[in-house]
């Protein structure tokens, strides 16, 4: 996956059943603020804090200074229950099997990473 000047997204994007689909069709339309009804991005989290967000993607529509301001997108999902169940995973991936200890850390410092 490519950032571009508006969306930055991580490279091996975790992608909800759903949002696999049509994978490369709801990035083109999010670069495009064309988002898929029921989109959520999964982003590191936006206050330094936490560690991810689940932005429900409809409440960016006409706000590009909000995305242009996104942290980075880290999976896509179509509906609340999928962006949870990614959301999930990404903590498997992390915590389980590579034994890492903080989420955005691995996001940013992919060297840990299996």
């Not at 689940?54 to 590009?64: D, Q």
């Not at 880290?74 to 903590?91: N, Q, W």
Request: proline residues 2%.
């Amino acid at each position: 996956m490519e950032s571009s000047e508006l969306m930055k997204w991580y490279r091996d994007l975790f992608v909800g059943q759903k949002a696999g689909q049509n994978t490369e069709e709801i990035v083109s339309r999010a670069e495009e603020l064309d988002f898929v009804h029921g989109l959520y991005l999964i982003t590191l989290a936006s206050n330094g804090t936490d560690q991810l967000d689940l932005v429900r993607a409809s409440s960016l529509i006409g706000r590009a200074n909000a995305v242009r301001r996104l942290p980075m997108i880290v999976g896509i999902a179509v509906g609340k229950k999928e962006a949870i169940e990614v959301t999930m995973e990404i903590a498997r991936c992390v915590y389980v099997r590579d034994q890492a200890q903080d989420i955005r850390s691995w996001f940013l410092h992919p060297e840990g990473q299996v």
